[in-house]
């Protein structure tokens, strides 16, 4: 009897309601302040620029956003375990370098080239991963080490040239030069929505079955329709100009693969785990050394698929590559996204909103012919408030 009146009391509207404030009283907000901000983003530069929301300049945000929000997405396996990746800017360079170096100059297949650049970012994150774990090294001592070392390997290779360009026509240029027609677009709506649905009701079976709490069947279903609304907008808006970029798709794809390992796996219950209390986790039997290489592997991993996709779309690697504001962004998104930097909370959709709030901006300043300055100060601000979001929340967590 217990058991069915603590699934009834959930799935009425009144025990969700009283859920979610009683999240919001303790500081959980989640994503709600990044979607209220990208909403804010998007009305202000409309009215400033009506270009800004053209299907032609969101098009254009999606490619801009990829390589970045790719490197971003490794950035929260790290930071989901209390720890910093100051290297996955020159990492991700590194690869790209790496990548077309086997492709045009020693005529690699280009699959083959772009294996080769995974293997070697796998290599550059388990040795990050050692280095913390056997040799008790900070994480921001040895990723900064790896942030110049990376970097000088990277102008090493690319020597007196400096620039290595790609083919245009064919190849690893073609990955940012790939639209998708319509139908398959339309077709991966239906499957990313009906898999969602899918998950859910499983998700909700599995709770109901344990006797925890479950939300109603008309708000899964709500869910689920609300993910379809968005995501048919942006195909229909995406596919009004040149269709959905295949960097979108990868992209995205890999926020959808590391959500599921993060939430719906063994491996990323220990995440969790060990970067909420790395010593409890050791003492309930989690191998934490294991989880911090391979988290360190991933991060490394992702940014050289970030890498890789910048490449393509610069059509060529030179001595800029993973330079400049590459990490600072990154790493910016991953925190915006409500990724915390204490370790244990977080998910794989903060690099999505945060590069897009990152994104929107500089895009938005762009089209405004506003100077950088003052479009990093606003960066800065944005990312400040994000900081403070979560050191309230970790302080009021603290305070039950």
Known sequence: MALKTRVRQGDSLHGLIDAGLD?????????LPVVIGLV??????DRLNAHFLSAENLTNLA???AATGTIALGIVLVLLLGEIDLSAGSVSGLTAVVMTQ???HHGWNPVLAVAAALGAGAAVGLLHGLARTMLGMPSFVVTLA???GWQGLMLYLLGKEGTVNLPFDHGIAKISDTWMQPGVSWALVVLLAGGHLLASLRTRRRRARAG????????VVARSGGLVVLLAATALVLNS?????LTLIVFGGLVVIVDLLLQRTVFGRRVYAVGGNAEAARRAGINVTRVRLAAFVGCSMLAAVGGILAASRLVAVNQSSGGSDILLNAIAAAVIGGTSLFGGRGRAYAALLGILVIQSITNGMLLLNVDSSVRFMVTAAVLAVSVAIDSVARRGAEGR
């Open 212 to 219: 925890l709490r479950v939300p109603g069947l008309g708000w």
């Open 146 to 148: 790896g942030l110049i």
């Open 23 to 31: 999240r919001f009283r303790r500081g959980e907000v989640g994503s």
């Open 241 to 245: 100009d040149r269709g959905v970029p």
């Open 40 to 45: 804010v983003i998007a009305v202000v530069f």
């Open 102 to 104: 086997l492709y045009v």
């Open 63 to 65: 490619l801009q956003m």
